[in-house]
């Protein structure tokens, strides 16, 4: 009995121990290439033969075959003899004794300055080495054993000491600690000559970390800016569903690619143009971070099974990218209306005029929100999927309105996705299947038509009746759309504009 507890003991001891696989990211050799070296302290099964690096990752719904960047890779044993390894196209590597391997080493090219011939990468999902910093979003950087994508890892980066570093992983001295591959690549590292700066949202610290690469920008500056975005969230949420959460600017003059900005679970990252810091630009940039503070609430929070165990292995696209991002975007803007940050004139110009002549002058119209999700991984839709910040967020607008009627007032899409949150949440995805079914059962029967017609499908966008609904006339002619509050509304437009305009009391 003793010596079976003691064994016991020992081999719950060592299997934790030989999880904690340590990556070692260098980025002092030079100022492309990440060198990376992987300890693995615990013999790896015969049959854990492929080593992956992503294809895609989470909420960029963009192929990225992080394979490409990839060189000099080698997998050694204990006494630091090579061990064949075979390059499979595009992302893999197959090791021929992985049960031997007690260290894997390998270069990867940073993705900014980089150039590559199809699939460029986001720059705010991609990764940057200069004297100055680096910029380390961990799928574009690290690999992982197929079979090990949830277990847990240690990060170091060598760079300047004297660098001050921005992350929302947990430090143990000089590693960074993640729970999985994933948590990884959903906590974005920026180290390097940064500016910093902390505040309060109810109970939950924001941290700011920024590097600007000719010192337009600063911490302190963006944090001002963004303050009232932060409060006009918090009440249209109610309680913000982190504990914590960091926003990580990168600003450079000369982009060489998208630029923009990525959500994760605590934080985000924004690559974006530095200009001059106009009232107008810094107005952009706060409307971003409005965008990517509320993916905490979708997807991170409410999404379907395809979301929470993620393929990195073959893009995967989920047919509620109308939720993850067009909601998204309709709400990042409605909150900072009815928080007072942007007035009714800013709202409807910017949020509604502006979003219509967008879809029908810059895309397809005629795609439906599911067919821009479906497509989005191939390079014919990638050049559509931006119409889910302008059609998605239009027609999210209009469910809003249509819910309003629907519940004579007391229930529009905040309230649902605030139900939402309740019923799903962290660890416990909806069913791709039957969501829109398991809505329509939580709403109203008329929702069922909603998203056949506006969702699924791609009948023209009902601007002017739903418009009316709320006592707002909509005119129009060519590229001029007028949106005015009605002269002489009935009691029952009345009653949906003044419910429409505000956070609904809960
Ligand atoms: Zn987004």
Redesign the pocket.
Known sequence: MKNLFLLFLAVTVSQAMGQSLTYTIDVTQNTDTFQVFIDVRQELPKTTKVFQFAATAP?TYQTQNIGRFVSGFKALNKKGKEIKTTFMAPNQYEISKPHKVKSIHYQVAETFDTQVSSYPVYMMCGSSIENDHTLINAHTVMGYFQGNQSEPLKIKVIGNPEWMTGTALEQEGEYFLAESFDHAVDSPILSGNLTRAETKVADTPVRIFTYSEQGKFDSESLLTNMKDMLQASQKFLVKLPVDRYTFLYYFLPNPSGTTG???HSYSSEYVLGEQEPTEQYMKQVTDIAS??F??IVTPLNIHSEIIESFNFVEPTPSEHLWL??GV??WASNILLYRGGVTSFDEYVKNSIAQKILVNENYFDKSRSLSELAARSFTQEGAKQYGNI?YKGSLVAGYLDIRLLELSNGTRGLREVMLELVDKYGKGNPFSEKTFFDDLVKMTYPEIGDFIHDYIQNSEPLPHQEYLNKIGLNYTREGMKIQIRKMVNPTDQQKMLLEVWSKNLAL
Do not use: N, Q
């Open positions: 909420g900005a990525w959500e965008h990517e509320f993916h993850y991002e998204t975007e910040y």
